[in-house]
């Protein structure tokens, strides 16, 4: 299996950067790790979308594999409570 390639969404952007600090190093770190292995142990499959979520303490990170193109999109990052609602 090849190494996958990251593209985060301007708007997963936007709440990355409101994260706190102290959480903010392990997200991305958890994140870069998608590269190497998208279905890590701890993923869990969306039932509603062709999504996945990983967690990171109160945090969810929804991201999308397109295995084709070994790509890894980022769709969204939030706290639990607020992760899953729709705008």
Known sequence: ???????IKP???KELNK????DLQK????IQN???DPRTAGCEKLIAD??????QGSYRVVYSIEDRQL??????IGHRKDIY???
């Open 71 to 76: 790509i890894v999109w980022i769709v969204k």
């Open 34 to 36: 998608l590269a190497l």
């Open 27 to 30: 997200i991305v770190k958890r």
């Open 1 to 7: 299996m090849g190494r996958y390639s990251l593209f």
């Open 11 to 13: 708007s997963a952007v």
């Open 50 to 55: 062709e999504k996945y979520r990983i967690r």
């Open 85 to 87: 609602r729709k705008p």
């Open 19 to 22: 994260l706190p600090k102290k």
